[in-house]
């Protein structure tokens, strides 16, 4: 049984491909063109912190300008994604959601900036392919609070019973005993029921 082979760049290494890769191809290399994309792509895993993240399959949404500039192209534009998780205080369940602002120029590889720079510095196309997932992943996982609330003036949970403080009546509090007094209570709550003997 026959397999599709893996389509390979130039330099010998996988293409990116779905529906994060722009084919810059459709923009072209003079300077000064440009074209707009709008994509719902499902997310993937990855997108999450602990307590909070975009769920597995939720729609991501890519709306970005791509500019053809002098030394490779401009990826201008947001990206939406609802979100779930849960309170850091109290441990209720979340649902928010997230924008934010995405800028990345990806270098062709015979610019000066593919010259001058470390692969971690600028990003790279790859045979006149754009990656936009690490672009948009990490702009997310940026934004994310690492210890999201489900409000400012959350109280979080009674360190006695569990509850949450903001379903308590006024006032609730748990009786405390010192542990040293805590065996002589015992001992002496049994006799004080007990008749005296004459």
């Known amino acids: 049984m026959s397999q599709n082979p893996v389509s390979r760049s130039s330099s010998g290494g996988a293409l990116p491909t779905g529906p994060w890769v722009i084919d810059t191809r459709d923009v072209g290399r003079r300077p000064g063109m ?106 997310l996982l940026l934004s994310l609070p690492s210890s999201p609330l489900c409000a400012e003036t959350c109280q979080g949970l009674c360190v006695e019973c569990g509850r949450r403080w903001a379903e308590l009546e006024p006032g609730h509090r748990h009786e405390t005993i010192d542990p040293r007094w805590a065996a002589l209570l015992e001992r002496t709550s049994g006799q004080e029921d007990k008749p005296e003997e004459n």
């Open 34 to 139: 440009s074209r707009r994309y709008h994509r719902s792509i499902p997310a993937p895993d990855g997108f999450s912190l602990d307590m909070i993240g975009v769920p597995r399959g939720e729609e991501i949404t890519l709306d970005v300008r791509v500019d053809s500039v002098m030394e490779g192209v401009l990826v201008a534009g947001t990206a939406s994604a609802p979100l779930t998780g849960e309170c850091s205080r109290c441990l209720e369940p979340i649902e928010d959601s997230a924008e934010v602002e995405i800028t990345e120029l990806f270098a062709y590889p015979d610019s000066a900036t593919e010259q001058s720079t470390d692969p971690d510095e600028v990003s790279r196309m790859v045979d006149e392919l754009v990656d936009l997932e690490p672009v948009v992943r990490d702009a």
